[in-house]
Nanobody, 125 residues
């Protein structure tokens, strides 16, 4: 059973940066595409970024974060990162990482088999 643990959340001022990490255990990490999702208060969970399996050569981003967020993976450390720059108050949410078996980091949440517990990101204005 794959387990995912996120870290790196916190409180930051608008314009600042945070780097989230998600460490996986219990499976062959390179066999999974990885995604980051977020859920703001009163809103549905939404796709933020995804990265393909293995070498992670294909990345995907929601329009709202393109140019500000970068997803990357380190298969040797079973870790996926989300570098978040130029943060805005509307980025405030609980951020979740998720794993989907196969090459494609789909935007469809229902296809992700494994989820972390989430890490809170709060951006003050």
């Amino acid at each position: 059973q794959v387990q995912l643990v996120e870290s790196g959340g916190g409180l930051v001022q608008a314009g600042g940066s945070l780097r989230l990490a998600c460490v996986a255990s219990g499976g062959t990490f390179s066999n999974f595409a990885m995604g980051w999702f977020r859920q703001a208060p009163g809103k549905e969970r939404e796709f933020v970024a995804g990265i393909s399996w293995s070498g992670g050569t294909i990345t995907y981003y929601a329009d709202s974060v393109k140019g500000r967020f970068t997803i990357s993976r380190d298969n040797a450390k079973n870790t996926v990162h989300l570098q978040m720059n130029s943060l805005k108050p509307e980025d405030t949410a609980v951020y979740y990482c998720a794993a989907v078996p196969g090459p494609i980091a789909t935007m469809r949440q229902s296809e992700y088999a494994h989820w972390g517990q989430g890490t809170q990101v709060t951006v003050s204005s």
